[in-house]
Protein backbone atom coordinates (compact mmCIF):
# COMPACT_ATOMS: atom_id res chain seq x y z
CA UNK A 1 0.00 0.00 0.00
CA UNK A 2 1.41 3.45 -0.81
CA UNK A 3 1.88 5.88 1.92
CA UNK A 4 -0.84 7.95 0.22
CA UNK A 5 -3.22 5.20 -0.19
CA UNK A 6 -2.30 4.31 3.93
CA UNK A 7 -2.67 8.00 5.31
CA UNK A 8 -6.00 8.24 2.97
CA UNK A 9 -7.16 4.82 4.93
CA UNK A 10 -6.44 6.37 8.66
CA UNK A 11 -7.94 9.79 7.67
CA UNK A 12 -11.24 7.93 6.37
CA UNK A 13 -11.17 6.21 10.09
CA UNK A 14 -11.56 9.66 11.60
CA UNK A 15 -12.91 12.14 9.63
CA UNK A 16 -16.93 12.10 7.68
CA UNK A 17 -15.90 13.24 4.54
CA UNK A 18 -15.86 11.95 0.96
CA UNK A 19 -13.05 10.48 -1.39
CA UNK A 20 -12.08 13.42 -3.05
CA UNK A 21 -11.71 15.32 0.11
CA UNK A 22 -9.82 12.81 1.86
CA UNK A 23 -7.39 12.58 -1.24
CA UNK A 24 -6.80 15.92 -1.29
CA UNK A 25 -6.22 16.11 2.16
CA UNK A 26 -3.86 12.78 1.87
CA UNK A 27 -1.79 15.10 -0.72
CA UNK A 28 -1.76 17.66 1.10
CA UNK A 29 0.49 16.25 4.63
CA UNK A 30 2.46 14.31 2.30
CA UNK A 31 3.63 17.24 -0.12
CA UNK A 32 3.99 18.70 3.39
CA UNK A 33 6.12 16.62 4.31
CA UNK A 34 8.14 16.79 1.29
CA UNK A 35 8.41 20.39 0.98
CA UNK A 36 8.68 21.23 4.52
CA UNK A 37 7.30 24.86 3.68
CA UNK A 38 3.69 25.88 3.97
CA UNK A 39 4.18 28.02 0.76
CA UNK A 40 1.28 26.97 -1.45
CA UNK A 41 2.64 27.10 -4.78
CA UNK A 42 6.07 24.37 -3.62
CA UNK A 43 3.65 22.68 -1.86
CA UNK A 44 1.40 21.99 -5.26
CA UNK A 45 4.72 21.06 -6.78
CA UNK A 46 4.71 18.09 -4.61
CA UNK A 47 1.40 16.51 -5.21
CA UNK A 48 0.75 13.54 -6.85
CA UNK A 49 -0.76 12.73 -10.34
CA UNK A 50 -1.26 14.28 -13.92
CA UNK A 51 -2.62 17.40 -12.48
CA UNK A 52 -1.02 20.93 -13.67
CA UNK A 53 0.08 22.79 -10.70
CA UNK A 54 -2.00 25.81 -10.70
CA UNK A 55 -4.55 23.13 -10.74
CA UNK A 56 -3.52 21.82 -7.00
CA UNK A 57 -2.79 25.83 -5.93
CA UNK A 58 -6.78 25.66 -6.64
CA UNK A 59 -7.68 22.92 -4.60
CA UNK A 60 -5.38 24.33 -1.39
CA UNK A 61 -7.12 27.93 -2.12
CA UNK A 62 -10.51 26.36 -2.40
CA UNK A 63 -9.93 24.15 0.75
CA UNK A 64 -8.73 26.99 2.97
CA UNK A 65 -11.67 29.14 1.92
CA UNK A 66 -14.54 27.11 1.04
CA UNK A 67 -14.33 24.22 3.45
CA UNK A 68 -15.90 23.53 6.88
CA UNK A 69 -13.32 21.85 8.73
CA UNK A 70 -14.79 19.90 12.23
CA UNK A 71 -11.78 20.78 14.34
CA UNK A 72 -12.89 18.47 16.94
CA UNK A 73 -12.92 15.77 14.64
CA UNK A 74 -8.93 16.96 14.03
CA UNK A 75 -8.25 16.53 17.53
CA UNK A 76 -9.30 13.07 17.64
CA UNK A 77 -7.78 12.03 14.81
CA UNK A 78 -4.49 13.55 15.61
CA UNK A 79 -4.64 11.84 18.98
CA UNK A 80 -5.33 8.45 17.51
CA UNK A 81 -2.26 9.01 15.54
CA UNK A 82 0.18 8.79 18.31
CA UNK A 83 -1.35 5.37 19.45
CA UNK A 84 -1.39 6.31 23.54
CA UNK A 85 -3.80 3.42 24.82
CA UNK A 86 -7.74 4.13 25.27
CA UNK A 87 -8.22 6.00 28.83
CA UNK A 88 -4.72 6.88 28.77
CA UNK A 89 -4.35 10.62 31.25
CA UNK A 90 -1.95 12.31 29.49
CA UNK A 91 -0.02 15.56 30.75
CA UNK A 92 -1.16 19.17 28.91
CA UNK A 93 0.93 21.95 27.59
CA UNK A 94 -0.32 25.31 26.95
CA UNK A 95 1.10 27.88 25.34
CA UNK A 96 1.59 31.10 22.34
CA UNK A 97 3.77 31.68 19.88
CA UNK A 98 3.30 34.68 17.80
CA UNK A 99 4.90 36.35 15.12
CA UNK A 100 4.30 39.69 13.16
CA UNK A 101 3.55 39.78 9.12
CA UNK A 102 3.56 43.09 7.95
CA UNK A 103 1.77 45.09 10.52
CA UNK A 104 -0.59 42.42 11.72
CA UNK A 105 0.43 40.48 15.01
CA UNK A 106 -0.31 36.92 14.71
CA UNK A 107 -0.70 35.12 17.94
CA UNK A 108 -1.76 31.12 18.11
CA UNK A 109 -2.34 29.75 21.86
CA UNK A 110 -1.83 26.28 21.54
CA UNK A 111 -3.10 23.26 23.62
CA UNK A 112 -1.15 20.23 23.10
CA UNK A 113 -0.23 16.72 24.43
CA UNK A 114 3.41 15.94 25.85
CA UNK A 115 4.40 12.43 23.64
CA UNK A 116 7.83 11.50 23.62
CA UNK A 117 9.71 14.61 23.94
CA UNK A 118 7.65 16.85 22.19
CA UNK A 119 3.81 17.91 22.39
CA UNK A 120 0.93 17.08 20.26
CA UNK A 121 -1.39 19.90 18.83
CA UNK A 122 -4.92 19.02 20.12
CA UNK A 123 -6.39 22.73 20.01
CA UNK A 124 -5.66 26.36 19.20
CA UNK A 125 -6.67 29.57 18.60
CA UNK A 126 -5.70 32.66 16.29
CA UNK A 127 -4.94 35.74 18.37
CA UNK A 128 -5.11 38.00 15.23
CA UNK A 129 -4.01 41.59 15.75
CA UNK A 130 -4.41 41.26 19.87
CA UNK A 131 -1.40 42.00 20.93
CA UNK A 132 0.79 40.78 24.25
CA UNK A 133 -0.35 37.80 26.33
CA UNK A 134 -3.36 35.70 25.95
CA UNK A 135 -6.43 36.32 27.95
CA UNK A 136 -8.02 34.53 30.56
CA UNK A 137 -11.37 34.12 28.75
CA UNK A 138 -8.76 32.82 25.33
CA UNK A 139 -7.34 30.03 28.35
CA UNK A 140 -10.72 29.12 29.54
CA UNK A 141 -12.13 28.78 26.09
CA UNK A 142 -9.72 26.27 24.42
CA UNK A 143 -9.19 24.47 27.85
CA UNK A 144 -13.08 23.93 28.01
CA UNK A 145 -12.73 22.80 24.37
CA UNK A 146 -10.55 19.39 25.30
CA UNK A 147 -12.74 18.80 28.48
CA UNK A 148 -16.08 18.69 25.77
CA UNK A 149 -14.48 16.58 23.19
CA UNK A 150 -12.21 14.43 25.85
CA UNK A 151 -13.35 15.16 29.55
CA UNK A 152 -11.45 15.88 32.30
CA UNK A 153 -10.42 12.20 33.09
CA UNK A 154 -7.90 12.18 30.40
CA UNK A 155 -6.19 14.96 32.08
CA UNK A 156 -3.24 13.70 34.11
CA UNK A 157 -2.06 17.79 34.83
CA UNK A 158 -1.93 20.95 32.68
CA UNK A 159 1.78 22.66 32.80
CA UNK A 160 2.39 26.28 31.64
CA UNK A 161 5.01 29.24 31.83
CA UNK A 162 4.21 31.89 33.27
CA UNK A 163 2.13 33.74 31.23
CA UNK A 164 -0.82 31.51 32.10
CA UNK A 165 -1.56 32.88 35.35
CA UNK A 166 -4.60 34.60 37.26
CA UNK A 167 -6.73 34.36 40.00
CA UNK A 168 -9.61 33.49 37.46
CA UNK A 169 -7.94 31.37 35.35
CA UNK A 170 -6.65 29.20 38.86
CA UNK A 171 -10.53 29.38 40.25
CA UNK A 172 -11.30 27.75 36.97
CA UNK A 173 -8.96 25.27 36.99
CA UNK A 174 -9.57 24.31 40.43
CA UNK A 175 -13.75 24.10 39.49
CA UNK A 176 -12.52 21.54 36.89
CA UNK A 177 -10.12 19.32 39.00
CA UNK A 178 -7.62 19.72 36.81
CA UNK A 179 -4.71 19.56 38.08
CA UNK A 180 -1.44 22.14 37.10
CA UNK A 181 2.39 22.60 37.79
CA UNK A 182 2.52 26.10 36.61
CA UNK A 183 5.43 28.85 36.45
CA UNK A 184 4.84 31.68 38.54
CA UNK A 185 7.02 35.16 38.07
CA UNK A 186 9.85 36.24 41.15
CA UNK A 187 7.36 39.10 42.61
CA UNK A 188 3.84 36.55 42.92
CA UNK A 189 2.78 37.81 46.06
CA UNK A 190 2.67 34.39 48.02
CA UNK A 191 1.42 34.04 52.21
CA UNK A 192 4.58 33.42 53.87
CA UNK A 193 4.44 30.53 57.11
CA UNK A 194 2.95 33.81 59.48
CA UNK A 195 0.10 34.67 56.58
CA UNK A 196 1.23 37.55 55.64
CA UNK A 197 2.37 38.45 51.59
CA UNK A 198 5.83 38.63 49.88
CA UNK A 199 7.42 38.27 46.82
CA UNK A 200 7.86 34.77 46.03
CA UNK A 201 11.82 35.33 45.54
CA UNK A 202 12.02 36.16 49.39
CA UNK A 203 10.74 32.82 50.54
CA UNK A 204 13.83 31.00 48.61
CA UNK A 205 17.11 33.20 49.48
CA UNK A 206 18.67 30.95 51.50
CA UNK A 207 18.57 28.27 48.30
CA UNK A 208 21.97 27.19 47.11
CA UNK A 209 22.71 26.93 43.40
CA UNK A 210 20.67 23.75 41.68
CA UNK A 211 18.91 23.13 44.96
CA UNK A 212 14.72 22.84 45.17
CA UNK A 213 12.22 23.24 48.00
CA UNK A 214 8.98 22.84 48.99
CA UNK A 215 7.36 25.30 51.24
CA UNK A 216 5.68 23.57 53.80
CA UNK A 217 1.81 23.49 53.79
CA UNK A 218 -0.40 25.16 50.69
CA UNK A 219 0.13 29.33 50.73
CA UNK A 220 -2.32 31.53 49.99
CA UNK A 221 -1.56 32.63 45.99
CA UNK A 222 -4.21 34.04 43.21
CA UNK A 223 -6.90 33.19 45.78
CA UNK A 224 -6.25 29.83 46.22
CA UNK A 225 -4.26 27.49 48.75
CA UNK A 226 -1.06 25.98 46.95
CA UNK A 227 1.80 24.29 47.42
CA UNK A 228 4.78 26.83 45.63
CA UNK A 229 8.49 24.81 44.74
CA UNK A 230 11.26 26.93 44.22
CA UNK A 231 14.67 25.93 42.16
CA UNK A 232 17.79 27.99 42.35
CA UNK A 233 18.54 27.73 38.38
CA UNK A 234 22.50 28.17 37.70
CA UNK A 235 22.12 31.77 36.73
CA UNK A 236 21.20 32.21 40.06
CA UNK A 237 17.41 32.98 39.41
CA UNK A 238 14.80 31.48 40.57
CA UNK A 239 12.01 28.60 38.34
CA UNK A 240 9.26 28.95 40.92
CA UNK A 241 5.99 26.73 40.26
CA UNK A 242 2.66 26.66 42.02
CA UNK A 243 0.40 23.37 42.07
CA UNK A 244 -2.51 22.29 44.39
CA UNK A 245 -1.10 18.92 45.12
CA UNK A 246 1.58 16.55 45.14
CA UNK A 247 4.65 18.87 45.25
CA UNK A 248 7.12 16.13 45.33
CA UNK A 249 6.62 15.41 41.27
CA UNK A 250 5.72 18.74 40.29
CA UNK A 251 9.26 20.30 38.60
CA UNK A 252 9.43 16.18 36.77
CA UNK A 253 6.13 17.12 35.24
CA UNK A 254 6.80 21.08 34.44
CA UNK A 255 10.03 19.92 32.94
CA UNK A 256 8.26 18.63 30.10
CA UNK A 257 6.44 21.86 29.09
CA UNK A 258 9.81 22.42 26.69
CA UNK A 259 8.12 19.64 24.63
CA UNK A 260 5.57 22.50 22.89
CA UNK A 261 8.91 24.68 22.21
CA UNK A 262 9.79 21.89 20.31
CA UNK A 263 6.60 21.78 18.56
CA UNK A 264 6.49 24.83 17.89
CA UNK A 265 10.32 24.92 16.04
CA UNK A 266 9.28 22.03 14.25
CA UNK A 267 6.48 23.79 12.83
CA UNK A 268 8.31 27.29 12.32
CA UNK A 269 12.52 28.13 10.95
CA UNK A 270 13.37 24.69 12.33
CA UNK A 271 10.72 22.50 10.19
CA UNK A 272 7.54 23.92 8.51
CA UNK A 273 8.03 27.09 8.17
CA UNK A 274 4.53 28.52 9.33
CA UNK A 275 5.71 31.99 9.55
CA UNK A 276 6.61 32.68 6.50
CA UNK A 277 3.19 32.17 4.97
CA UNK A 278 1.54 35.45 3.77
CA UNK A 279 -1.49 34.28 5.40
CA UNK A 280 -3.27 36.41 8.12
CA UNK A 281 -7.01 35.70 7.61
CA UNK A 282 -8.17 33.66 11.05
CA UNK A 283 -9.86 31.18 9.34
CA UNK A 284 -7.87 30.23 6.63
CA UNK A 285 -4.88 30.28 9.27
CA UNK A 286 -6.56 27.74 11.54
CA UNK A 287 -6.91 25.39 8.79
CA UNK A 288 -3.26 25.84 7.41
CA UNK A 289 -2.25 24.68 11.26
CA UNK A 290 -5.00 21.75 10.86
CA UNK A 291 -2.76 19.90 7.48
CA UNK A 292 0.62 21.09 10.03
CA UNK A 293 -1.10 19.04 12.88
CA UNK A 294 -1.03 16.07 11.18
CA UNK A 295 1.74 16.07 9.45
CA UNK A 296 4.19 16.52 12.29
CA UNK A 297 1.74 13.97 14.17
CA UNK A 298 2.26 11.61 10.89
CA UNK A 299 5.59 12.45 10.88
CA UNK A 300 6.69 11.45 14.58
CA UNK A 301 4.42 8.55 14.73
CA UNK A 302 6.10 7.48 11.70
CA UNK A 303 9.65 8.61 13.15
CA UNK A 304 8.68 5.78 16.24
CA UNK A 305 7.68 3.15 13.67
CA UNK A 306 11.32 3.68 12.46
CA UNK A 307 13.31 3.93 15.15
CA UNK A 308 11.21 0.53 16.75
CA UNK A 309 11.90 -1.57 14.03
CA UNK A 310 15.76 0.02 14.02
CA UNK A 311 15.33 -1.30 17.48
CA UNK A 312 14.17 -4.98 16.84
CA UNK A 313 17.00 -5.73 13.73
CA UNK A 314 19.21 -4.87 16.15
CA UNK A 315 18.14 -7.55 18.61
Same mark, same amino acid.
Given at each position: ??DHAQLK??????LAWHGA??????????????????????????????????????????????????????????????? $? =?????? +? %???? /??? &??????? *????????????TAIPLF??????????????????????????????????????????????????????????????????????????????????? $? =?????? +? %???? /??? &??????? *???????????????????????????????????????????????????????????????????????????????????????
Open positions: MSSILKTHRLSFLSSAVLALLVVRTVSLPQLALAFPGPAAVASHIKRLKRFLDDYTVNFDAIARLVLALIG $L =PAGTPF +I %LTLD /RTN &WKFGSVA *INILTLGVVWRGWSLLVNQGGNSSTQDRIDILQRFLDVFGADRIDCLVADREFVGKAWFAYLRTQHIRFRIRIKADSRVATARGKLAPATNLFRS $L =PIDYYQ +I %LSGP /RRL &WGQDLYI *IGLRLPDGKYLLLATPDTPETALDDYRQRWGIETLFGSLKTRGFQFEATHMTDPERLKKLVAILAIAFTWACRMGQWLNDTVKALRY
